[in-house]
RNA sequence: CCGAGGGUGGCAGAGCGGUCAAUUGCAGUAGACUGUAAAUCUACCGAGCUUGUCUCUACGGGGGUUCGAAUCCCUCCCCUCGGACCA
């Protein structure tokens, strides 16, 4: 029997995520007929890896399926607050309408969607004129403490304790704002994005100018939508780490574009694919703190009906095609598949899924982008 | 604004008038070893080339003292921590 209209797009809002805060929520919401609106937020920090290109995309694709009106929300102001690409507020203008959204809109080809669907909105473009931005930017603070919102700095990549300028403390009410404002029903990012997400859920029903509300009129709390970061190529700082020690370190694992090996560009080339993925940290038998078997879960394994095919030589066990994560995993878990052949593996299936990218930035006005930017992060 | 302490190579952190291109740790690069990576070991690790007991540029910026300064003096900038001011 084929699941009703209204759990297929409960199903398809929740997979492949990390967390959602609250499946109840979502649940009542869908249930209230509600035209939902998604947002996703991303600092304009420079090139685009496959965490925000692939994996945010996925997300955004299922939203798409499920009916939601979807947005990639350009955040120039928080990204010239943390002081990325030079802190130069033009170029980050720049970059976030031309680099960034072709980036973005190419990753959406990949994943078989229609980019054209996606509503890319600039922050400068939603503050412009909007007084009652700011004003919610208050109202939002009025309900955080100091030493809630000092925590909640992580977002930006920073450590808790360290030393930041005041407009960094700005950053935390302005991203909450930022969801009211715009009347968001499932914010989405990453799992290093959650303190913000929980101070908005925290904030809602306090808030007199502009809360959610439901078709009732009745405050409501946004729904939180959580993906996976996907772990950084590189060697852990510490190994073996001690399973107590994982989530601590988690964030000192995940894909990070300041370490250029640990992650792979979405223009990256088929030759930088091949050596990045070669030269990353790959135990044999380890499934846990494992990139490229992490990077194979979640990039290749993504639709109940993706498969992959490993070709090695025929010493080593000749061809063999996986068809779910459990058995890759499985494989690799009791040694039967030995690194090597998993890297060769997921290092060519990523060349082509990541091929209609290639294609776009092969077109001169598309280039031309990424090579200014490349100029601009070289000259700092 | 006042007082104290600081600003050294990608980071951390020594040096405190010559022997400093600057100890050391981490990171990075290359090679050896493993059918990958990691670990380990070896070399490199400011730039340039004629690869040398070579040249140039360097210890926040500028100026000065000295035969000679990362090291002393002056000045400016910035950071940290206290304090003062608060219609």
Known sequence: MPPKPK???????????????????????????????????????????????????????????????????????????????????????????????????????????????????????????????????????????????????????RKENEGVDFAKLIYPPMQVADIFFQGVHLAHAGMDQRKAHVIARDVALNLKIKPLLDKKGNKIKPVAVHQHILLGLGKPPSWPIPKDKLRDVWTSLKMSKSVPDSCVFIHDTPEEIRRKINNAFCPEGETILNPVLDWAKCLIFREKSSKLLIER????????????????????????????????????????????????????????????????????
């Not at 398809?12 to 919401?29: F, M």
């Not at 931005?133 to 955080?144: E, F, L, P, Q």
């Not at 994560?325 to 290092?347: C, G, I, W």
Request: one cysteine or more; hydrophobic letters at 40%.
């Open 7 to 157: 759990e297929k797009k409960i199903n398809l809002i929740k997979r492949n995520l990390e967390e959602i805060i609250t499946e109840g929520d979502l649940r009542k919401l869908i249930h209230s007929g509600e035209k939902l609106k998604h947002y996703i937020g991303f600092e304009i920090s420079g090139k685009i890896h496959l965490g925000s290109g692939l994996i945010s995309m996925m997300k955004i694709k299922d939203f798409m399926d499920a009916g939601v009106a979807v947005t990639v929300f350009l955040a120039d102001w928080h990204t010239w607050i943390n002081d990325k690409l030079g802190g130069d507020h033009e170029k980050i203008k720049k970059v976030a309408v031309g680099y960034f959204k072709e980036g973005m809109k190419a990753c959406m080809k990949c994943l078989g969607g229609n980019p054209e669907k996606i509503n890319f909105l600039l922050g400068s473009d939603l503050y412009r004129n909007h007084n009652e931005y700011w004003v919610t930017v208050i109202d939002v603070s009025k309900n955080a403490s100091l030493a809630r919102i000092k925590r909640s700095i992580t977002i930006l990549g």
């Open 313 to 380: 030589p025929q010493k080593f066990g000749g061809k063999i095609l996986y068809s779910d994560y459990r058995s890759l995993e499985q494989d690799f878990r009791t040694k039967k598949l030995h690194p090597m052949d998993l890297k060769n593996a997921v290092a060519e299936n990523l060349i082509k899924l990541l091929e209609p990218v290639r294609r776009h930035f092969a077109k001169p006005r598309v280039k031309k982008m990424l090579q200014e930017l490349d100029k601009m992060l070289l000259a700092k």
